[in-house]
């Protein structure tokens, strides 16, 4: 499967951004998808995931609360709406897609899109 990621950009502590995730290839519906984001000089780090198949979701616990992650299966896209966002959440986010659990070694990832919160 192919992911592109879009959406990121500059936006003021408190505001909003949804970021988008595009599918292509294999079937969306039989993969769970998630973000995870980097900041410069830190490790990758989990955002948030969807099984779709289970309807189940889960969370980092730095953006429990203030991040909402959704999917569409007719339109092959994943989404990540972001609210009340922190200067602490500038980071590259990445869609990712595994079979089982989306983790650092998952072998799906889309290119990235930056994400910047100014203060």
């Known amino acids: 499967v192919q992911l592109q990621a879009s959406g990121g950009g500059l936006v003021q502590a408190g505001g909003s951004l949804r970021l988008s995730c595009a599918a292509s290839?294999?079937?969306?519906?039989?993969?769970?998808m998630g973000w995870f984001r980097q900041a410069p000089g830190k490790e990758r780090e989990f955002v948030a995931a969807?099984?779709?198949?289970?309807?189940?979701?889960a969370y980092g616990d730095s953006v429990k609360g203030r991040f909402t992650i959704s999917r569409d299966n007719a339109k092959n896209t994943m989404y990540l709406q972001m609210d009340s966002l922190k200067p602490e959440d500038t980071a590259v986010y990445y869609c990712?897609?595994?079979?089982?659990?989306?983790?650092?070694?998952?072998?799906?990832w889309g290119q990235g899109t930056l994400v910047t919160v100014s203060s």
């Open positions: 990712v897609a595994d079979y089982q659990f989306v983790t650092v070694v998952s072998p799906y």
């Open positions: 290839g294999r079937t969306f519906n039989t993969y769970v």
């Open positions: 969807i099984n779709w198949s289970i309807n189940s979701t």
